[in-house]
């Protein structure tokens, strides 16, 4: 009798850990942070305290140094990462705000300069990969980084490099392109989940001419999404924005880390707002 008890018992226990809060975390190994709130995601910095490394030109091959934000916390394990590429004529202090915001939710970032600032998009490309190489084999926190868990951005000609990273290196988890720059108009051959940032008065690269083609031309089958930033012009990625940080976070939180407790904030697609001019997407996500 008191054998039957106490595997009754056993099997209770295992049912209330099955249920429990932390049994969700268990289930996926590269959740990292807090259950998310729109209140956290819209923050300047999330729960994670950063560091940062700065990487001389002088030290890397391929791209034109930069500097690297991490999670100074080591008891979560790996992070995923990220690498972002400024635009035609700018530096890497154009993109530099994204740098402490998504490292604070909890993945290593590196904001880089290019070789040159007049470096097109299929070069950009190149060298979004060259410093995701850079990042997980040779960098000082390369021992942080997962690096089967990595994504791409960029602004301008490095959104244009984004989706060129994204077509020359399918096992990329995530690519979002802002006010994304590029000749070539269609990408039929992109895996990678992509979130396409436009801007309404976007008169650099229009959204009718570029980042909606962009959308447009990806397949039907990938999880994709279109943002189309109200009020906003070709350089608004180049300062602190929160609409861009919002969306940036719960894309790369839900298809580098695949964590869903961001589906949230994608599915059901956003309403227009005043900063949302338009939301296009595919949900339900990873369906």
């Known amino acids: 009798m008191k054998r039957h008890l106490a595997a009754a018992a056993a099997l209770s226990s295992l049912a209330f850990l099955a249920t429990a809060p932390g049994a969700q975390a268990a289930d996926n190994p590269y959740q990292r942070g807090p259950a998310p709130t729109v209140s956290s995601i819209e923050a300047a910095r999330g729960s994670y305290a950063v560091s940062q490394t700065s990487v001389s030109s002088l030290a890397v091959t391929g791209f034109g140094g930069g500097t690297i934000y991490y999670p100074t916390s080591t008891s979560d394990g790996t992070f995923g990462a990220v690498v972002i590429s400024p635009g035609f004529t700018a530096y890497e202090s154009s993109i530099a705000w994204l740098g402490p915001r998504l490292a604070s939710q909890g993945f290593v970032v590196f904001t880089i300069d290019t070789l040159t600032t007049l470096d097109q998009p299929d070069s950009r490309g190149r060298q979004l990969l060259a410093a995701l190489d850079y990042l997980t084999q040779r960098s000082s926190v390369r021992g942080r980084v997962d690096a089967a868990r990595l994504g791409v951005m960029g602004h301008s000609m490095g959104g244009g490099g984004t989706l060129e990273a994204a077509k020359s290196r399918p096992s990329l988890k995530a690519a979002i392109p802002l006010t994304g720059w590029n000749t070539d108009k269609t990408w039929p051959e992109v895996s990678t989940p992509t979130l396409v940032v436009g801007a309404d008065g976007d008169t650099v690269a229009p959204v009718a001419t570029h980042s909606e083609p962009f959308y447009e031309s990806l397949p039907a089958s990938l999880d994709k999404a279109y943002l189309e930033l109200n009020g906003a012009t070709h350089f608004t ?15 790369l939180k839900r298809f580098i880390d695949d964590d869903t407790r961001f589906d949230q904030f994608l599915c059901p697609l956003p309403r227009p707002s005043l900063t949302i001019a338009e939301y296009r997407g595919t949900c339900p996500l990873g369906s």
């Open 237 to 251: 990625p180049n300062s602190s924005n929160t609409t861009i940080a919002k969306y940036s976070i719960s894309w």
